[in-house]
């Protein structure tokens, strides 16, 4: 199956600083990439829908000035956590999209953010 | 209300033992439902796939979709210490939007 690699799997930070996380897709092109975020024992919440070259949709709720996000090409996508604060302590899941149909849709291993 | 409904379990079966997951939805919009299992603090991994109505089966595990009743299960057959993860459940519009609404996961615990 088609490999998403999402570095790094796990951060600590103090509150205050920004961390980046990536998000790969290996052997194929994606055509769009998804943000999620999961809190504990809850389900996965999208942040963010990001199509390379073009600038990324929000979900309500979501603030794009906090969580920036860069699709540059089409084999990878960050996510920028700005001026992170114990909030927004979780776990980041990406998944990437190969072609237009709902099931060719990967997951990296995710992010766990524990701001401090 | 939320969009999917899913019981959070935990599930405890023995092993050897037929496993049933569900979900309720409320929108009848979707079209695409899925089913994925997760280890802790790991990304979710596609199981079962399913467009519609109708049964899907795949090995040890069989889909079913119920749109007229908004309801979707997930039968694991023979289940396996190494099947003990959070399923979730997951649905899509038939629309150009792709990202997916999630159930809130049903943990599934399998006593050898």
């Known amino acids: 199956g088609a490999v998403v690699s999402q570095h790094p799997s796990w951060v600590i930070c103090k509150s205050g600083t920004s961390v980046k996380i990536e998000c790969r897709s290996l052997?194929?092109?994606?055509?769009?990439m998804f943000w999620y975020r999961q809190f504990p024992k809850q389900s996965l919440m999208l942040m963010a829908t990001?199509?390379?070259?073009?600038?990324?949709?929000?979900e309500q709720g979501v603030e794009k000035d906090k969580f920036l996000i860069n699709h540059a090409s089409l084999t990878l996508s960050t996510l920028t956590v700005t001026s992170a604060h114990p909030e927004d302590s979780s776990f980041y899941i990406c998944?990437?999209?190969?072609?237009?149909?709902?099931?060719?849709?990967?997951f990296g291993s995710g992010t766990q953010l524990s701001v401090l | 209300q939320k969009e999917v409904e899913q019981d959070p379990g935990p599930l405890s079966v023995p092993e050897g033992a037929i496993v049933s997951l569900n979900c309720t939805y409320s929108?009848?919009?979707?079209?695409?439902f899925m089913w994925y299992r997760q280890y802790s603090r790991k990304g979710p991994e596609l199981l079962m796939y399913t467009y519609s109505s109708g049964n899907k089966e795949d090995g040890r595990f069989t889909a079913q979709v119920d749109k007229s009743s908004k309801y979707i299960s997930l039968f694991i057959r023979d289940s396996q210490p190494s099947d003990s993860a959070t399923y979730l459940c997951a649905m899509s519009l038939d629309t150009g939007r792709r990202a997916l609404t999630f159930g809130s996961g049903t943990r599934l615990q399998v006593q050898p």
């Open positions: 052997d194929f092109q994606a055509t769009t």
């Open positions: 929108n009848s919009a979707f079209q695409y």
């Open positions: 990001s199509n390379e070259g073009s600038k990324a949709t929000y």
């Open positions: 998944s990437a999209q190969r072609g237009h149909r709902g099931e060719k849709l990967f």
